[in-house]
């Protein structure tokens, strides 16, 4: 929508962005318009990173499920760096709880946009109470998103692009879903599409082809050694969480936990690693304070324990009922495994929470991505097991950009190609309106 538009609709009142920008002093102005929006509270500004940035902590008063109101309400929080609302705006999500700091995401790096940070609902102080997971869907949190931008364009008319990277890229297209035109583009970065939960032949065929077949071999080796060594492992592991005052009550035990930070090797190994780092891999003649340290840096032991995991019970919730979850190669690890369903969702989410999974969730949206998604940017890395399985878009002024040799934590815009580079930053620039 652009300013006039914006303006048209607000009759014969001015804009509060008419009001940014004429006649008042901008810091006044913008606190104003702020606290003008229903249901948004100001938490604190803090200094932005660069001169003429403002950064605020809001609150947003947001119903807890959008069909039913009578169901109560949450307070979201949001970050906002504020440039100028004659720039364009970058809707930004981790999918997770939000960043606190003054930090420019690409997009809004590469457009010198302003950028308004949403935390998923259920991360983070983003929790209703009580906690129904019930309404932790991906409907909800696109009607979280929309309200958003419904209120933010009474500041921001000029064009909005949303964006987020992995789970944050996947919420992106899901708000794309339900709410099309309430952005002028989206870019998914590292964003998974496991449309059918019950075929992982793509996350399968990729763990046992990327790399070299030396290193997948040496993977392998390295996680044989450890369940060979699985007492001593388990032993150290509950002494690590003796001493950080923390268990494994939700997974079950250091057992259990460790054969599932095993399992995950691979899949980690390569989501944050490169192919320079198969040569640390521990060889079957390693000590075991070597291969535990090494386990622990590949896949963060401490996850598994209840002082991480319980941060992370809403994303497992969400993989185990609607998004859907990998398996991961296990043929080398015969007869060392002792929890046939370790790997499942399930085993990341207390027993008193109820799950059932939605298989209609994921085949809806790639379906849409497929036939109806327009102005969609993926960017996926090359060497990253996530987009072993990546959404298809449809050829409305949509396209996949893959980063050579890229993982899941390289996998950026500046990572692509030259040509595909330029493309990128064109299409951007051109949905924002940018020069």
Known sequence: MSAAGAAG?????????????????GDDALLEGLRALPGLR?????????PGERFFVLGLRQLVDHRHPAAGTFEQRLTLLHTSTDRPMVLLTTGYEALLQPLRFEPAALLDANQLQVEHRFFGTSRPAPLDYRHLTIRQAADDFHRVVRLFRRLYPRPWISTGGSKGGMASVYHRRFHPHDVNGTVAYSAPDNVDDQDDSAYLRFLETVGTAACRDALKTAQRQILLRRAEMTARYEAWAASAGTAFRIIGNADKALEIAVLRVPFMFWQSKTAA??????????????????????????????SVAEHYVAYFYQLGTQLGYLDVPVAHLAGLLRYPDAIEPRSFVPRDIPMRFDADAMPDIDNWVRRRGSRMLFINGTQDPSVAESFPPASADSRVLWAPGANHQMTTIAALSPGDRAEATATLTRWAGSP
Do not use: K, N
């Open 9 to 25: 609709l607000a009759g014969a009142v001015p804009s509060p962005a008419h009001a940014l920008a004429h006649g008042r002093r």
């Open 42 to 50: 100001v938490v604190e500004e803090r200094p932005g990173a660069q």
């Open 277 to 306: 780092d198969c040569a640390a891999i521990p060889g079957p003649d390693a000590t075991t304070e070597a291969l535990y340290t090494w386990l622990d840096d590949t896949v963060a032991l401490p996850v598994y324990a209840d």
